[in-house]
């Protein structure tokens, strides 16, 4: 079995937010095992999510770029906010995803892509806004969406400058109707993406661990009620239910009018376009999500030093 050390019972706690012994008893009950005890603390109620909601480390803007029946969303990283606001930087990222277009949001070759007007690559001219501006910046990632017929439409939340943000969200819509329709649904959808981070579009496309994971809390969850296994069945079937219409996209209640779900709102923009309409794909980049940068206690660090 794993030793349970403080740095463990630490990082546990940083993750679900949970008590400190709490988190010790969770982790000896599972040897040690840090997904294992995120889902012994969730079904006894301890834990609230199975992932770490930690503030966004990084900075610097998110841009998307359309082009006919192609979207590209990329993300260059910063050290401070201030940059963000830099009109050279903004530039320089607004170009940055314009150029992802030609090499279809591929990382390696969008470094290697020349910069317009510069006569060396993007990974070159971002080399000189670093020794201009003075600031660490990385170009982090890249991803794009393209559909044979129908539209790619794009949502920018927190917009510093058009299409420059906080957010990117790509929707991808498959369909021959009217295109100037279409762009207009797919961003209302890209905005959907944009308030509720889904991680699928239809239930079939959900990972089936993610799934069967999620199964057994909620049957460990219901049995802990004491009652017979075939209502424990229907309990935990009603509460997947309700953890697709948090995660699956065309299960969620289209935010634009409350209420209605989202498929429901695909099948009467099929009618009203007198034809198919189908949700392809969508991608959200976040900015700074899954980089983790040191928070400082400024307090503690004032503190010592006038103790020292």
């Not at 963000?84 to 314009?98: C, L």
């Not at 239910?241 to 695909?266: C, H, N, P």
């Not at 400024?298 to 020292?308: D, K, N, P, S, T």
Request: charged share 30%.
């Amino acid at each position: 079995m794993t030793e349970i050390t403080a740095a463990l019972v630490k990082e546990l706690r940083d993750i679900c937010g949970a008590g400190m012994m709490d988190c010790k008893k969770a982790l000896t009950e599972s040897g040690g095992g840090i997904e294992a005890a995120v889902d012994w603390l969730r079904t006894k109620g301890l834990a609230a999510a199975s992932k770490k909601a930690g503030r966004v480390a990084a900075e610097g803007l998110v841009a998307c770029a359309l082009a006919d029946g192609q979207g590209v969303v990329v993300e260059v990283n910063s050290e401070t906010d201030f940059v963000a606001r830099n009109e050279d930087f903004q530039g320089f990222v607004a170009t940055v995803a314009e150029t992802a277009l030609s090499v279809d949001a591929d990382l390696e070759r969008l470094a290697a892509a020349e910069f317009p007007g510069a006569g060396k690559p993007v990974s070159e001219k971002l080399t000189d806004m670093v020794a201009t501006i003075g600031e660490n910046m990385t170009l982090r990632r890249a991803q794009g969406l393209r559909v044979g017929d129908g539209v790619v439409a794009c949502y920018v939340h927190s917009a510093v400058q058009p299409g420059l943000g906080r957010i990117g969200v790509l929707v991808a819509l498959e369909s021959t109707g009217d295109k100037e329709r279409l762009m207009a649904l797919g961003k209302q959808l890209a905005m959907q993406v944009a308030a509720t981070s889904p991680r699928a579009v239809a239930i079939d496309d959900l990972d089936g661990q993610v799934v069967d994971r999620e199964r057994a809390v909620l049957t460990e969850q219901a049995r802990e009620s004491g009652r017979p296994d075939d209502i424990i069945a229907k309990m935990v079937e009603g509460r997947l239910r309700k953890f697709y219409a948090e995660v699956v996209l065309s299960e969620q209640v289209f935010v634009i009018d409350g209420e209605t779900k989202v498929a429901k709102v695909i099948e009467a923009a099929a009618e009203q376009f007198g034809a198919p309409v189908a949700i392809a794909e969508f991608v959200r980049f976040a900015l700074g999500e899954g980089i983790e940068r040191e928070e400082k206690d400024f307090a503690r660090e004032v503190a010592e030093r006038l103790g020292g």
